[in-house]
């Protein structure tokens, strides 16, 4: 329950900054649940892979190539 | 205590403006205890904002560092060094605290990062409610324990107004009548009789109705008469 607080805060938060939420999931199941965390896991790769790099390093990356070029 | 609550990441952002290089300073009182402007807060703010800048391309220096009280100079003393070089003190404290800050370093433009809203307690986790309206003539002794002042929604001090169903306020259902929640307590305790008797107009002069407030202990100050 705490943690499901938590990443409802973090998900506002990212959406603030200018950050997409879906960067952060959350996803129930015991330990014992192997096949539902591979799926998450490749359900979460995929999402991120849609979403691109974060654009936050996208920023970092155009600045380096902005000094190299001064 | 005194309760506040953060302004909206868009609205700091307006109130950094163009600076390069900002400071955000928590407070490690009040605002800590209703999780506004602790620490932590001071932390997260500080990091969003430069995430917040960076993705519009406006890239700024901003820290912060956390004082455990700011409505006191020889806390603030902390500050010198920490705000040498910043253009713009973000203060995560209470007005108090933000003016505080002003008058201790008249050359820094400080701006407030939270609303303080009232002076009030935890009913529970996560929920603050106002207690108290700082009027400065004190009747909670004749009320029971409870402030007519701060927590009936007109302020009457000659009991309900008649507005109230099921000891809620008519102005607002969702408030206590705190003229019933009185009457219940003294009633609770055998002292309804408190309420008879003939009490005098309130002075409103020691409320903010008149103007800036101040107090003098001369027994506390330094290098004061008794002293001598």
Redesign the interface.
Known sequence: MSAKRRVTYIKD?LA????EPERVQMFQMSSAQAAQFAEAARQMAGQIEALGPS??RM?DKL?DEKQVEE | MIIAEQKPLEELKTLIGDAKKVLVVGCGTCVTVCFAGGAREAAIVSSSLRMATKLNGDSKEITDFTVQRQCEWEYLDQLTEPIENVEVILSLGCGIGVQAIAEHFPSKWVVPGLNTKFLGLPIEQGVWSERCAACGDCILGITGGICPIARCSKSLLNGPCGGSENGHCEINPEVDCAWQLIYDRLSSMGKLDVLLEIQPPKNWQTSRDGGPRKIVREDLRLGSKEEI
Not at chain 1, 16 to 19: F, T
């Open positions: 938060l603030k900054i200018g950050l654009p936050l920023k600045l």
